[in-house]
C-alpha cells in the first residue's frame, strides 16, 4: 500500500513547528522547546537565548504560514513557497 504523504512522525514535528509559529504567547516557546527540541541542541543556548532564537524564528514566518508545502516522494522531498518562490529539494 502506497503511503500518502510523509509519515506521522513527521507530520506530527511539521504541525509542532506550524504550532510554536502560530502561536502568540511565550508559553508555547517554552513549551516547543522542552518537549520538541533536542536536549543536545538546547543546551547550545542559556534559556533566554533559545526564548529570543525562537522569537526571532516566530517573527520572520509571520506572514508566511500557511504558505510553505513539503511534498515527498520516495526518493526526494520538496519544499516550495508560494510567498517567496523559493523551492528547495532535500
Known amino acids: 500500500m502506497a503511503q500518502s504523504g510523509p509519515p506521522p512522525e513527521v507530520r506530527a514535528a511539521i ?3 506550524e504550532d510554536m509559529l502560530a ?3 511565550s508559553q ?3 513549551s516547543f522547546a522542552e518537549s520538541r527540541l533536542a536536549s543536545d541542541y538546547r543546551q ?4 533566554a537565548q533559545l526564548l ?4 526571532q524564528l516566530r ?3 509571520r ?3 500557511g504558505d510553505a508545502r513539503l511534498n515527498c516522494a520516495a526518493t526526494a522531498c520538496i519544499w516550495s513557497s508560494r510567498l517567496s518562490g523559493v523551492r528547495n529539494i532535500c
Not at 44 to 47: E, K, P, R, S
Not at 52 to 55: A, P
Request: no cysteine; hydrophobic share 50%.
Open 28 to 30: 508555547s516557546l517554552q
Open 15 to 17: 504541525r509542532s513547528v
Open 59 to 61: 517573527a520572520a514566518a
Open 23 to 25: 502561536a502568540t504567547d
Open 44 to 47: 547550545t543556548f542559556d534559556q
Open 52 to 55: 529570543v532564537h525562537l522569537e
Open 63 to 65: 506572514y508566511a504560514l
